[in-house]
């Protein structure tokens, strides 16, 4: 079965910490991908990142960057000097290959609620 | 402007009164799902169509409706709203082939 972890439900920080998001998947396919997105306290989900199966590259964006790892099935993710702004709920997803009526689906992680202190 | 739109962003109700959610999209999507989202359960899927007049159950389909007239707009329909239908509503479209979702504000529904 499909399924994606966030074993951090809460994480609290003080502000230029740097902190890292776990998440971990579980899939029978080998062509995949993985998304993180940032759900900020207004409650819009806001895309941050997507990555293919086949791309292991780590990522770097700004102060955010991502590590993919696919021999311990894991997508995590870190801020560098975190920031009061990067306080929210973060979820990581999981999404398959067109399979029947399945295409497009997102198999979301429970999320985890980043708390940085000033 | 690419976007989603929900209306409304907040709507309380009453038990067994019929309500519409409206999901509109402007980029030409033939994908769009709805999803709820509730603590500690992150977002599951509801239901979702692969185009006009296609839709299928997700993984939450019980007590809701959806239709898909036109390809633009996909709205969630609780016939008889129940107290556990109290949640965090989104929309989302895409272009088939797992591209990046566009996901809607976001409607958060209490049913009292």
């Known amino acids: 079965a499909q399924k994606v972890t966030q074993a951090q439900t809460e994480i609290s920080v003080v502000e230029k910490e740097d902190v890292t998001l776990d998440c971990v998947y579980e899939?029978?396919?080998?062509?995949?991908?993985l998304f993180w997105y940032k759900q900020p306290p207004s409650g819009e989900l806001v895309f941050l990142i997507r990555r293919n199966s086949f791309d292991e590259q780590n990522e770097i964006s700004g102060r955010y960057s991502w590590n993919f790892q696919k021999s311990t099935s894991s997508f995590n993710f870190t801020i560098t000097a975190s920031q009061v702004v990067d306080s929210a709920v973060y979820f990581c997803a999981l999404s398959e290959p067109p399979r029947g009526g399945a295409t497009n689906k997102l198999i979301f992680g429970t999320g985890t609620l980043l708390a940085v202190q000033p | 402007e690419a976007q989603v739109t929900q209306n409304p962003r907040y709507l309380i109700t009453v038990t067994g009164k019929k309500l519409t959610v409206t999901c509109s999209q402007n980029?030409?999507?033939?994908?769009m799902s709805w999803y709820r989202q509730d603590p500690g359960l992150g977002l599951r899927q509801i239901y979702y169509s692969m185009n006009v007049e296609v839709t299928d159950k997700g993984d939450v389909p019980e007590g809701y409706k959806v239709s898909r007239k036109e390809k633009r707009n996909f709205p969630l329909i609780l016939e008889s709203p129940s107290p556990n239908q109290t949640s965090l509503y989104f929309c989302?479209?895409?272009?088939?082939?797992?591209?990046?979702?566009?996901f809607g504000q976001g409607t958060r529904l209490t049913v009292v």
């Open positions: 989302a479209s895409s272009f088939v082939g797992n591209t990046e979702a566009f």
């Open positions: 980029m030409n999507h033939e994908y």
């Open positions: 899939t029978r396919d080998t062509t995949y991908y």
